[in-house]
């Protein structure tokens, strides 16, 4: 079982990945039971917030929901002179006149309110759009005996595209919760969704294949992850199953490779029937319980 003698007082654990289907969601809740189960109270939150499904494998009792909102500007066409001086302070372009009106593109607006500062006629009001919501709930035992552990899910509305914002809504939610390890389950990729869920997180995780497609996705990510400071290591799902030497590239760029979670048809009917590879494999807790034990050791080495 991980030692407790090496748990800060808080520790913020992300999951990533270059690429999608690495497995980060496999890592994700296999790590979050592991270190309940370590005494540790856990919140494991999905910041994937375009295709959540951490709550599939660790159910929330009882959730709570909560929704997430952004204040979008609204134009008064009476009040409004036309001046432009709305449409120069938006630095993301939202902002437009055309046809001798001013026009908000929800979609642009970063909700800053420099548009609203600046309207002097004060033609420029903000109203809360939704844009999403956050839900969270404690896990049902015995899976995460004995200290527990919460899900919390950022959840994009059908047709919206402000990932960030719920992302950081579910982060919020999390921190609220105040549990002694954070375990940051991350989208896809290197863009803005990526880094709004990384953000500020004492190690970073980055799950990749040994695939020339996820060794090259690796390489972005471990780029992200150096440029944001974070002290970072890989898991190499899937081991044995490509031709691509993860492990060579790990040995060149100076980063430690945490755990190996072979290519094994067992994970994959464990996978898909929802359950925990920790509990459904024979080998399944010595991989994750070696994989947390690397983690607090890379978080008391920076």
Not at 66 to 87: F, K, M, Q, T
Not at 133 to 147: H, M, Y
Request: net charge negative.
């Amino acid at each position: 079982m991980p030692s407790l003698g090496l748990l800060p007082a808080r520790l913020t654990v992300a999951i990533a990945s270059g690429k999608g289907g690495t497995g980060k969601t496999l890592v994700a809740t296999n790590l979050s039971v592991v270190a309940a189960r370590s005494g540790s109270p856990v919140a494991l939150v999905d910041c994937d917030a375009d295709a959540p499904n951490d709550a599939l494998f660790l159910a929330p009792e009882a959730p709570q929901v909560s929704p997430v909102a952004v204040p979008i500007p609204v134009v008064d066409e009476d009040a409004c002179v036309l001046c432009g001086a709305c449409r120069e302070a938006c630095a993301y372009g939202a902002i437009r006149i055309l046809g001798g009106k001013v026009l908000v593109f929800p979609e642009l607006c970063h909700a800053c309110g420099a548009c609203v500062r600046v309207c002097t006629p004060g033609a420029l009001r903000e109203e809360h759009a939704r844009v999403g919501e956050v839900e969270w709930g404690a896990v049902a035992r015995p899976v995460a005996d004995p200290a527990g552990a919460t899900v919390v899910t950022g959840r994009l509305d059908i047709g919206e595209v402000k990932t960030p914002t719920v992302i950081r809504a579910a982060r919020d939610r999390a921190a609220v919760l105040s549990r002694a390890v954070t375990i940051l389950d991350a989208p896809p990729g290197v863009a803005c969704a990526a880094v709004a869920a990384v953000r500020k997180a004492d190690v970073l995780v980055l799950v990749t294949e040994p695939t020339p497609f996820g060794l090259h996705d690796l390489e972005l990510a471990v780029d992200l992850g150096r440029d944001m400071g974070i002290p970072l290591g890989v898991v190499i799902n899937r081991d044995g199953a490509g031709a691509s030497d993860v492990s060579a590239f790990c040995a060149e760029r100076g980063i430690p490779v945490l755990a190996r979670i072979p290519f094994d048809r067992r994970v994959a009917e464990v996978y898909a029937d929802g359950g925990m590879v920790i509990d459904g494999h024979p080998d399944g807790a010595a991989w994750f319980g070696g994989l947390w034990n690397a983690i607090l050791e890379l978080a008391e080495e920076d």
